[in-house]
């Protein structure tokens, strides 16, 4: 059974940083591409950022809205993704979920295509 576990959250001030973590159990996660997404209160939930199999530089998907400010990435040893979050605005504000899916190809911004949910964690930035 795949669990993951998201922590990490918080509330900042604007200009804060915060580092998810998501640990997963019941399968090696660095098998399988992982995404962040987001979800604030009255929006659907969006993509945040991947990261795939073949882990790079420049393999990393990021939306526009956190690119430059996002990073994924990942502790294999630790069977753990993070995402690492500068710059934090108020806008940056809601429940962050990591997710991983059975299919390994792109793209990797659709919710429907994960298969595996961590509960949330709220991020909440004051301005």
């Known amino acids: 059974q795949v669990q993951l576990v998201e922590s990490g959250g918080g509330l900042v001030q604007a200009g804060d940083s915060l580092r998810l973590s998501c640990a997963a159990s019941?399968?090696?996660?660095?098998?399988?591409?992982t995404g962040w997404f987001r979800q604030a209160p009255g929006k659907e939930r969006e993509f945040v950022a991947a990261?795939?199999?073949?882990?790079?530089?420049?393999?990393?998907t990021y939306a526009d809205s956190v690119k430059g400010r996002f990073t994924i990435f990942r502790d294999n040893a630790k069977n753990t993704v993070f995402l690492q979050m500068n710059s934090l605005k108020p806008e940056d504000t809601a429940v962050y979920y990591c997710?991983?899916?059975?299919?390994?190809?792109?793209?990797?911004?659709?919710?429907?295509?994960?298969?595996?949910w961590g509960q949330g964690t709220q991020v909440t930035v004051s301005s």
């Open positions: 990261i795939p199999i073949r882990w790079s530089a420049d393999s990393t």
């Open positions: 997710a991983t899916r059975r299919s390994v190809g792109g793209p990797y911004y659709y919710a429907k295509d994960y298969d595996y």
């Open positions: 019941g399968r090696t996660i660095s098998s399988y591409p």
